[in-house]
């Protein structure tokens, strides 16, 4: 009787152990668990995740440079597509404002080629190009004819043009680009026109030459005659 009673007390001390064990095993196990999920997270590679901005909601960069560069009399309240792109001597840009960059397939806006403007750009610093006859007037270019045409040369590859027209082989590093084609045309200078008009473009520069040198030969004739 005694041997039975001891063996019951045995087996629920035995009992409760294994109650108080079970418990505490669920116990470490539901505060470890966040700890263990976090080791096994660490061991996973890193997911990188970039910032791509959305260009296309951003402000219309010919619009940005038309808050200060105003040149004809435009509706403030029309973008420059509702007003026909008409801003820059009558033309905001003309042939360039509908065509795609070929390099990026991009439109083509007015950083294309006169670059991106730091935060001197109005006290005069040299961070944009300025192109011979821009808007400037008489104001010198800031650029070598080197540096103007290269931008140009960035769509309009040398080899190409040098097979449309001779001249574009004589003049290429000589002047500049926009000696003979306008920067913001409404249709560019050369096309839509006869070859034979064309040679008005040769004479506003070289008329001015032989006018000149008519002049020396003069000056040279009198001064023999002394």
């Not at 270019?141 to 309009?156: G, I, K, L, R």
Request: glycine residues 4%.
């Amino acid at each position: 009787m005694i041997f039975k009673v001891k063996f019951e007390v045995t087996q629920m001390i035995l009992t409760s152990l294994i109650n108080k064990s079970a418990k505490a095993l669920v116990i470490v196990a539901f505060v470890a668990a966040p700890f263990l999920a976090h080791a096994d997270d660490a061991q996973k590679p890193a997911v990188h995740v970039t910032y791509e901005p959305q260009l296309d909601n951003q402000r219309d960069p010919n619009q940005y440079c038309a808050k200060c560069h105003k040149f004809d009399k435009i509706d403030k309240n029309q973008t420059l597509d509702q007003s026909g792109g008409e801003l820059h001597f009558g033309k905001f840009h003309g042939a360039h404002l509908d065509k795609k960059n070929p390099n990026n397939g991009k439109a083509i806006t007015c950083v294309s080629c006169h670059g991106n403007i730091s935060e001197n750009h109005r006290r005069g610093a040299k961070d944009v190009m300025r192109f011979e006859g821009d808007i400037f007037g008489n104001k010198k270019p800031m650029y070598s004819v080197q540096e103007q045409n290269q931008v140009c040369f960035a769509c309009h590859q040398p080899d190409k043009l040098r097979e449309k027209l001779w001249a574009h082989d004589v003049h290429a590093m000589k002047l500049p680009c926009a000696s003979c084609h306008t920067l913001h045309p409404k249709e560019d200078a050369m096309k839509g026109i006869q070859p034979k008009q064309r040679v008005k473009l040769c004479v506003d520069c070289h008329g001015e030459q032989q006018k000149r040198k008519a002049e020396q030969d003069k000056l040279i004739e009198q001064k023999d005659k002394l």
